[in-house]
């Protein structure tokens, strides 16, 4: 398939919906703590990197206060979210990027900015890929770009949606675009509990999965 129709994807995102529920919308949150929270996500679950943003917030209650601070000292917090110097490195360079542009740490001026140019923005930065800069804009802002993260991604696959081999980067420059901005919010989510309840990384459990009409892989593995 590899280009649904909008009509299938509103189509599986109420079935995840009924299954899932409907995830309220996002609460607006500054645009750099969901950044700092995203980049700390990158190779990790979401419950370490929500613990390492924690201690990270606790042991430095302002941005700026991470932004002159040593390396060891930012990677000490967030230790438990992985890769602590490199995204430690990571981290405050952005902090010294978002200083020389807005005058302190801050993302907050690229709410006056068309979503399309924020989103092109932080694309341009080192250590900010596809995934974390929608992120930053759904979760910050309520901006409507679809994340493709790997569980969505695999299931992408799988469905038919993706192309083979093609990168989660390349797919969601493509599948953003066909999502309707009333479902961004809802189907992202969904499809993440979607991946880690059913369709597992392993061995996904088609006979439980809503969306199983819409599925290339499962309707292949049936005709063999
Ligand atoms: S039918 Fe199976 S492989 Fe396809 S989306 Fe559902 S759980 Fe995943």
């Known amino acids: 398939m590899s280009r649904p129709s909008r009509g299938t994807i509103s189509a599986a995102a109420a079935a995840l919906a009924r299954r899932y529920g409907r995830p309220r919308r996002a609460r607006r949150r500054p645009l750099l703590d969901v ?13 370490n990197s929500h613990r390492a943003y924690l201690a990270l917030r606790r042991r430095f209650p302002r941005w700026d206060l991470v932004m002159d601070a040593p390396v060891r000292a930012v990677a000490a917090p967030i230790a438990s979210g992985g890769l602590a110097n490199i995204k430690a490195v990571r981290i405050k360079a952005l902090l010294s990027e ?64 993706a192309r083979p081999g093609e990168t989660p980067a390349a797919f969601q420059e493509r599948f953003r675009r066909l999502v ?45």
């Open 35 to 47: 950044l700092v929270e995203t980049v700390l996500s990158q190779n990790t679950n979401d419950r």
């Open 180 to 224: 309707p901005d009333r479902l961004v919010l809802s189907l992202h989510l969904n499809l993440i509990a979607h991946g880690r309840a059913v369709c597992h990384p392993g061995r996904p459990a088609c006979p439980a999965c809503p969306i199983q009409r819409h599925c290339t892989w499962h309707h292949s593995k049936e005709r063999s």
């Open 98 to 161: 978002f200083a020389r542009r807005f005058g302190r740490p801050t993302l907050e001026p690229l709410r006056r900015l068309p979503a399309e140019d924020a989103y092109r923005y932080l694309l341009s930065l080192a250590g900010v890929g596809p995934k974390t800069a929608a992120c930053t804009l759904l979760f910050g802002q309520g901006t409507p770009i679809f994340p493709v993260d790997t569980h969505i991604a695999r299931i992408s696959q799988r469905l038919g949606w």
